[in-house]
């Protein structure tokens, strides 16, 4: 394995888990994700996802996603009871999972349709170990209209014209308690409405650059300036459609070049402090070349290829992202 690769905090931000029917992390598995692979892949680090789809809007939808939400929060805890293996839930004892050579297990909530209308649970959440929360998914929810709204929902092009009046409480709340505001899946107005609002840098842990594929889940010019005019970050994803335009009935697939295309893209309109790398492994992430977690060299190997130094490489697999969550701990605590 490359040096560098080696000596560097390789953190994902982002990767699905199988729910409820989910294998033993511990051995091979059918995942793109599981222990062996990270081991193999030198990926030290991965923010585990307890993702809740969209759903209907009523009491009985807002309480089912509520306890999804939070049983697959106390299972990924679980993950981490491999040998080997911590969890993690602060950016101090990462670093030091990462100096022990063992593997980290970090979580977060995807989709504010979990907490429905009841604040205490971003408080709940980040007791239970979460790191951030992805405000919307597909669909708009009781937070924020989505970047890609849900017909078959009875979704409008656009509900709360951005952010709700809920969800400006919901930003206000996530500071207060130190949870990172995920602005992925959000649509253009209401991400822009939070990266105002919030006193902390918000952060989208898993998109692409729509200058270079216009995909309603990429970010834009303006939405990357603000970005960094904010301090937050920008993670680029290997989510095939988000990186690369395919003819209709074409084969071909997306690559570690084409992820590649993107970060640059990134780092040169906003600079390489406010930029990083994250899968969607087993929520549709996977390019050729880096098509699981054992592949994970495979990135570093592209960004050297370009250019990119030791201190680069580091900043964008894990360093700018706990930049960030330094800085939304330490308004948390105030």
Known sequence: ???????????????????????????ETRQLVDLPKMRAGGMNAAVFIAYVGQGRRDAAGHAAATARAEAMLLHIR????????????????????????????LSA?????????????????RELGALYLTLTHDGHNEIA??????ANLGDAPSEHGGLSALGRQVVAEMNLRGLMIDVSHVAKS??????ELSRTPVVATHTACVALCPHPRGLDGEQLDMLRRVGG???????????????????AQAGVADLVDHIDHAVRRIGIDHVGISSDFDG???LHGWGNAAQSEAVTLELLKRGYGAREVGLLWSGNFLRVWRQVLRFGSL
Not at 6 to 26: F, G, M, S, Y
Not at 98 to 105: G, K, M, S, Y
Not at 109 to 125: K, Q
Not at 233 to 251: D, E, M, R, W
Request: overall charge negative; charged content about 20%.
């Open 1 to 27: 394995m490359n040096d560098i690769h080696r000596n560097t905090l390789v953190l994902d931000t982002h990767i699905d888990i199988r729910w409820p029917e989910t294998p033993d992390w511990t051995e």
């Open 78 to 105: 679980d993950r981490a009871r491999a040998p080997g293996t911590r969890f993690c839930a602060t950016p101090d004892a990462l670093e030091q999972c990462f100096a022990a050579d063992e593997t980290a297990v």
């Open 109 to 125: 909530v995807e989709n504010g349709y979990a907490m429905g209308h009841d604040l205490s649970r971003i408080a709940a959440w």
């Open 145 to 150: 209209d989505s970047a890609r709204p849900r």
């Open 190 to 195: 209401g991400m822009m409405q939070a990266a």
């Open 233 to 251: 970050l920008a993670q680029i994803t290997a989510v095939g459609a988000f990186l690369k335009s395919t003819p209709p009935n074409a084969a």
């Open 284 to 286: 549709g992430g996977a």
